[in-house]
């Protein structure tokens, strides 16, 4: 895994907004598609999304198996394991645990993420809070 990439997960793994966020760009831009959908753009409101995330899930952890490609692409594959303590956007939290896999394709530049696109299985995060059946 590339630096840029090792200290990505090493960021959301210490729970860190600020350093998640440096691993971007200045204008670089996290589009979420899955629910609950969002595009979010700059290192500020990118820190202020990953920390209610990591408000939602205080003991969250994250692994990934980076596969990259020569043309600044990667393909990010990982799993997002915790328990949501509070709310994430439309998703109650009351102790559930998850164990959510995904993807992020990145779009990577000088060594800064300009931009991620995160697809994950939104039924498991919905069944985990109890709004569709397991």
């Known amino acids: 895994m590339t630096s840029r990439l090792t200290a990505f997960v090493d960021a959301w793994n210490t729970r860190d907004p600020e350093a998640v966020a440096a691993c971007y760009a200045a204008d670089g831009r996290r589009i979420q598609i899955a629910h609950p959908p969002a595009r979010i753009e700059g290192r500020q409101a990118l820190a202020d999304h990953v920390r209610e995330i990591v408000t939602a899930w205080p003991d969250c952890v994250l692994t990934a198996a980076p596969q990259e ?66």
């Open 69 to 134: 490609a020569e043309d600044g692409h990667v393909t990010l594959e990982w799993t997002f394991r915790g328990t949501q303590q509070a709310p994430y956007g439309p998703i109650p939290g009351h102790g559930q645990e998850l164990e959510l896999h995904g993807v992020s394709v990145m779009q990577i530049s000088g060594g800064m993420i300009q931009e991620e696109r995160v697809y994950w299985d939104s039924a498991t995060l919905l069944a985990s809070a109890g709004l569709l059946p397991a």
